[in-house]
């Protein structure tokens, strides 16, 4: 099996791993409340319950992102983490207290913070141009689980024997399902998932294969000639001085040398930073706080719209699951439109699109959903286009902002970095619901401060647009003699 196979594979595989994320947390979901009951929890313990598995995930994503940084591996890191999802699902199969149902969440949040190796992984071995495309995919994978879990609800809920001292119904049977799921792909990680080269390995990438194969059909013997002064523009500032180096090929006609970009050269942008100056760096705090908002009016949406559709349109959980299913539908197109468009545009194009969206979603919801003069018919129509405006600007957010904040920070530390922007994702999981659940019935100040925080974000990429993109790569500057050439 070849590289390029083992490599669609591992992509695959990293995929399944989304798409059971998604199937856990949708036959999860409409089910805890009501085990939680029959366990006699208080109902603050349902938003406990939703939060640990997020707070599990914060904690651990650096700490998951650094080990792979220092390993440059990430299959046994896959493998480790996935025994954290197997025996907290199992522990919310048992459910013999609340407290263990607690514990099991916890447990299993453990496994979702290896995302930030899987991230990590993505990025050193992807070229920068098809990055956003490849997490466009990976995204969309979770978005199907979310999609197809219900469907397996439908037949969990008829389940009602006995499995030796545990009780299989519908409340305990989603944990044994997933244990069971998790268990299978430890034995497609161990068969179809490989560490494939990275970009800046030294066996290289497809750049670095394509660059060697030109150079043994033409047999280029590249030699550095450094310029004169004499050949140097008269006028220049001292800061843009640069030495150009050309490459002589056997027919004696000289052609610009290309200096190696950051990936190939191993250096880190900036490369005089450090791990924790790197994340006060202007590009970096906009693209963690668009991955913060994103997330927070995301979850503080999904909180908000189950008690909005039974009160106000008597929708019933048959109602709700089929719009859940549509919702799902345009999530997963929307990725793939995302997929699409990355390959045209830049990434800061995409995301600065998917804020104007999600703004104009806010705005109509503010004006239409919060009016008591509309009768039923308006509000239904208002209500179904603001949450398709919403869902349709989530995926162009979601994927620009992953690329670039693959691309503006550290390419050795990427696993750490990506440990970073989880844990700012995971607290934002935690508070969304959090603010939304005690503002179901006061939209104004729920959907103004939604609005308010895309707001500060537009206003923050606008501001620092300039600086959203990947570093350029330059020929030849000055740095490259510094870097080892």
Not at 74 to 102: P, Q, R
Not at 151 to 161: E, G, I, S, T, Y
């Amino acid at each position: 099996m070849d590289k390029h196979q083992k490599r669609k594979l591992t992509f695959l595989t990293i995929g399944l791993i989304f798409l059971l994320s998604g199937i856990e947390y949708a036959v999860i979901l409409p089910t805890i409340w009501r085990y939680l009951q029959i366990l006699e929890a208080p109902p603050y313990f349902l938003g406990l319950g939703l939060s640990a598995f997020s707070l599990s995930g914060l904690l651990t994503g650096p700490l998951f992102g650094l080990w792979s940084d220092r390993s440059r591996t990430t299959k046994h890191i896959v493998l480790f983490s996935n025994l954290f999802e197997i025996a907290g699902n199992f522990m919310y199969f048992m459910g013999y207290s609340k407290w263990l149902l607690l514990c099991s969440r916890l447990v299993a949040g453990v496994g979702g913070g290896a995302g930030s190796s899987i991230f990590g992984f993505l990025t050193r071995c992807t070229r920068a141009d098809e990055r956003a495309g490849v997490f466009a995919a990976i995204m969309a994978f979770r978005q199907a689980g979310l999609l197809i879990g219900p469907a397996f609800n439908m037949f969990l809920r008829l389940c009602d024997f006995e499995l030796g001292p545990f009780v299989v119904d519908k409340y305990t049977s989603p944990g044994i399902f997933m244990c069971l799921l998790w268990t299978l792909l430890q034995f497609v990680v161990l068969a179809f998932y490989w560490d494939v080269p990275l970009l800046d390995s030294a066996e290289g990438g497809p750049e670095q294969q394509q660059q060697q194969q030109e150079e043994e059909e033409w047999g280029v013997e590249v030699v550095l000639l450094e310029m004169n002064e004499e050949e140097l523009p008269l006028v220049a500032a001292e800061e843009e001085a640069v030495h150009r180096y050309l490459a002589v090929h056997s027919d004696d006609r000289p052609q610009p040398f290309r200096c190696p970009s950051p990936a190939d050269s191993g250096l880190d942008p900036p490369a005089n930073l450090n791990a924790g100056s790197e994340f006060l760096r202007e590009e970096v705090v906009v693209l963690l706080t668009a991955q913060f908002i994103t997330l927070f009016n995301q979850t503080a949406l999904e909180t908000m719209v189950t008690p909005m559709t039974q009160r106000y349109f008597g929708f019933t959980e048959l109602g709700n699951s089929l719009m859940y299913g549509v919702c799902g539908v345009e999530v997963i197109l929307g990725f793939f439109l995302v997929r699409w468009l990355s390959s045209r545009v830049a990434d800061r194009v995409v995301l600065a699109v998917g804020l104007a969206i999600c703004g104009v979603a806010c705005v109509w919801c503010l004006i239409f959903l919060t009016d008591p003069r509309g009768g039923y018919k308006w509000e239904l129509t208002a209500f179904i286009v603001g949450v398709f405006l919403q869902l349709l600007g989530l995926p162009f957010v979601a994927v620009s902002q992953v690329s670039l904040f693959s691309k503006v920070t550290a390419a050795k530390t990427q696993g750490f970095s990506q440990g970073v922007r989880q844990s700012v994702g995971g607290l934002a999981t935690i508070l969304g619901p959090l603010w939304a659940g005690g503002l179901t019935n006061n939209l104004y100040v729920m959907l103004g401060m939604m609005l308010a925080l895309l707001t500060l974000v537009t206003i923050m990429t606008a501001l620092s647009y300039s600086h959203l993109t990947e570093p350029r790569t330059v020929e030849c500057a000055e740095g490259c003699a510094d870097s080892g050439l």
